[in-house]
């Protein structure tokens, strides 16, 4: 078994993501595909406390306010995922479950204090107009808005807009010697779930889902007959990192892989009937060898996916133990424009598992899982993981599972320490990457396009030693000190990230991920395996 080495080096990483990814996952966990209006009730102590509080307390109050803390007080003492959302929040929290939101479509970084085009969204209006990567927005409806100290959210609030409306911009193009100017009318954007799908190998496919949204099946249907008229035989699913969404979305899902009859996930709540999902005689890839990846961040939807494929041995899991979501969130929305999303039921996989871990220490102990197991092990060692024989079940082949706290994977990988360094992490905090990534394509993009495609970019570029010392020098340049032991250490890492960004500028996901799955273990194992049963 992997020992456990040099854990301290992760402990900034986990934390973040343990409390990014609590909120996320707080916020996009489970949900039945239903918006109710809430009870009316008449005046109880809670309104009577607020009038006085109002009427007689020692300063002006806001009573909204007062209201909104009041809910959200209670909501939170309740389990981490009941919670309340202010009017101003639902619509930015709902986009990523209906899929879309309204504006001119395109994906934004700002460099030098300018808005740089990433890439325009495909079929958006930015795209139907001509913008291209690598366009500079220099004004916004005639008014400068390059070197002027923009932000993520100014953009976002001159550029987004209610569909129908019209925006101006005026952009720099390199080649160009006047600003372009372009009239956009804002529409719907759809937000993507389907990461990136491509051929692993020949025969094996991989498809990457960050959320179940309304759109989630649609879009992995449509990726995975693209990918089985390439010759796919055999599907590796990636649900790292995916905090969950609708479950209606994650039962369509798993119905694709299972026999007529066979049940994907029951719920059961004090207020709700005990209702079973079970699978139809929809299944186009029933037969397809299937591999799905988990990890710590694999929350809710995520794990009612690979609770049903293992349960029905099914499929191979791989991975680590998932988060442990198991509650499940209905929305009531109030005329106000808010809403609360009140847990009313658990969900139970094929066996009789209910996955959910103890919340009983309040949300931030519950969130900060993620650093317990690091500290003791579990994210590098199998042996560092003990379930109680409650939690032990069989699936009707014989395998053993558990509940109570995540899905564990059949086939556990341990998080990869190789090449690590802290240099490594300070130039992913400081977005020393993302910044000279940019740069490279940008002044470059003539002569990488000549690869014609990420496939032959991938097999043919490489980050030499002058390369190599250009971005050593840049991030020095940009904060980040040389150092000697961790430039040598983390090389092959240091290189095959620069790469992958290079390529993502270019090419989007499709070019990342291919070349950063070079150095992924649990990619690797996945392929041994699907191998291994070949050969079988």
């Known amino acids: 078994m992997t020992q456990n080495k040099r854990p301290y080096i992760y402990f900034p990483i986990i934390?973040?993501?343990?409390?990014?990814?609590?909120?996320?996952?707080?916020r996009s966990g489970l949900y039945v595909g239903k918006f109710i209006s809430p009870p009316s009730g008449h005046q109880n102590k809670l309104e009577t406390v607020i009038q006085y509080i109002e009427k007689e307390y020692v300063d002006t109050v806001l009573r909204d306010e007062l209201v909104d803390i009041a809910i959200q007080n209670v909501l939170q003492d309740l389990d981490p995922h009941s919670y309340y959302i202010t009017a101003k929040e639902l619509a930015a929290l709902n986009e990523p479950l209906e899929g879309n939101f309204e504006g001119i479509g395109i994906e934004f970084s700002i460099q030098n204090d300018t808005v740089v085009v990433v890439s325009p969204v495909s079929g958006g209006p930015s795209e139907m107009l001509g913008i291209l990567s690598g366009d500079r927005i220099v004004k916004v409806d005639n008014k400068l808005v390059a070197g002027t100290g923009i932000?993520?959210?100014?953009?976002?609030?001159?550029?987004?807009?209610?569909?129908?409306?019209?925006?101006?911009?005026?952009?720099?193009?390199?080649?160009?010697?006047?600003?372009?100017?372009?009239?956009?009318?804002?529409?719907?954007?759809?937000?993507?779930?389907?990461?990136?799908?491509?051929?692993?190998?020949?025969?094996?496919?991989?498809?990457?889902?960050?959320?179940?949204?309304?759109?989630?099946?649609?879009?992995?249907?449509?990726?995975?007959e693209k990918l089985a008229g390439k010759g796919m035989k055999k599907l590796v699913i990636d649900l790292r990192n995916n905090g969950g969404g609708y479950l209606d979305a994650a039962t369509d899902l798993a119905d694709e892989f299972l026999e007529k009859g066979k049940l994907i996930v029951y719920t059961e709540g004090k207020a709700r009937a005990k209702k079973m999902h079970t699978a139809t005689s929809k299944g186009d890839f029933e037969t397809t060898e299937l591999v799905v990846l988990i990890d710590e961040g694999s929350a809710s939807a995520s794990e009612i996916i690979a609770g049903a494929i293992q349960d029905n041995d099914r499929g191979t899991i791989v991975?680590?133990?998932?988060?442990g979501k198991g509650l499940v969130q209905e929305q009531s929305e109030w005329p106000d424009g808010s809403a609360i999303r009140l847990t009313i039921a658990r969900y139970y996989t094929p066996t009789g598992r209910c996955i959910q871990k103890p919340y009983n220490n309040g949300s931030r102990q519950y969130y900060l899982e993620y650093y317990k197991r690091l500290e003791r092990g579990e994210l590098q060692s199998i042996d560092s993981i003990d379930f109680p024989d409650s939690l032990k079940y069989k699936t009707p082949g014989g395998k053993t599972v558990y509940g109570g706290g995540g899905i564990m994977p059949d086939v556990f990988v341990p998080i990869d320490t190789s090449g690590r360094s802290a240099y490594l992490s300070h130039l992913g905090y400081e977005g020393v990457f993302r910044n000279f990534s940019f740069d490279y394509a940008d002044q470059n993009r003539q002569k990488l396009e000549r690869y014609h495609?990420?496939?032959?970019?991938?097999?043919?570029?490489?980050?030499?030693?002058?390369?190599?010392?250009?971005?050593?020098a840049f991030a020095?340049?940009?904060?980040?000190?040389?150092?000697?032991?961790?430039?040598?250490?983390?090389?092959?890492?240091?290189?095959?990230?620069?790469?992958?960004?290079?390529?993502?500028?270019?090419?989007?996901?499709?070019?990342?991920?291919?070349?950063?799955?070079?150095q992924d273990n649990m990619i690797k194992r996945s392929l041994e395996l699907l191998e291994i049963k070949k050969g079988a």
Request: hydrophobic share 35%.
């Open 151 to 224: 932000t993520n959210k100014d953009v976002m609030n001159l550029l987004r807009g209610k569909g129908g409306t019209e925006v101006k911009v005026s952009i720099f193009r390199r080649g160009e010697s006047k600003l372009l100017d372009f009239t956009i009318e804002r529409d719907k954007i759809p937000i993507y779930s389907i990461d990136v799908a491509y051929m692993l190998t020949a025969e094996t496919g991989y498809i990457k889902i960050s959320r179940f949204s309304k759109k989630t099946y649609d879009e992995f249907i449509e990726s995975a």
């Open 319 to 323: 991975g680590r133990r998932s988060f």
């Open 15 to 26: 934390v973040a993501l343990a409390m990014i990814g609590g909120i996320f996952m707080g």
């Open 453 to 472: 495609s990420s496939e032959n970019f991938n097999q043919s570029f490489s980050v030499d030693d002058d390369l190599y010392e250009k971005f050593i």
């Open 476 to 518: 020095e340049e940009n904060g980040v000190k040389r150092n000697n032991y961790g430039i040598s250490t983390s090389e092959s890492r240091i290189k095959t990230r620069l790469k992958a960004n290079i390529a993502r500028y270019i090419w989007n996901n499709n070019g990342y991920f291919p070349v950063i799955h070079q």
